[in-house]
């Protein structure tokens, strides 16, 4: 079993910057594979970017890429993703998932393990 946990997120301006954090415990994290997904009210849950188990290969929404960056710390069993440039649209609810042995699922149902997400909220 593995505890997923996020943090960062808040109210932000237009234009502004975010970073989030996924905090894992109970595996070792360095083995999973971390994803962040996004839900926007009255929409359905969409995919933003994904990081391989070793930190070597991530892969982004055509969307936003260029605008968010994700990154881990296996020695601290946390991921990140920095959103910068951050515009109304971004407001959401952001998920962190995590899933061992898979190289940078997309999809949400490939996911094993969820956080209960943190509200990022872009003003205009």
């Known amino acids: 079993q593995v505890h997923v946990v996020e943090s960062g997120g808040g109210l932000v301006q237009a234009g502004g910057s975010l970073r989030l954090s996924c905090a894992a415990s109970g595996r070792t994290f360095s083995w999973y594979a971390m994803g962040w997904f996004r839900q926007a009210p009255g929409k359905e849950r969409e995919f933003v970017a994904v990081i391989s188990w070793t930190g070597g290969s991530t892969y982004y929404s055509d969307s936003l890429r260029g605008r968010f960056t994700i990154s881990r710390d296996n020695a601290k069993n946390t991921g990140y993703l920095q959103m910068n440039s951050l515009k109304p649209e971004d407001t959401a609810v952001y998920y962190c998932?995590?899933?061992?042995?898979?190289?940078?699922?997309?999809?949400?149902?490939?996911?094993?393990?969820w956080g209960q997400g943190t509200q990022v909220t872009v003003s205009s």
């Open positions: 998932a995590v899933v061992p042995r898979k190289l940078l699922p997309s999809r949400a149902e490939e996911y094993d393990y």
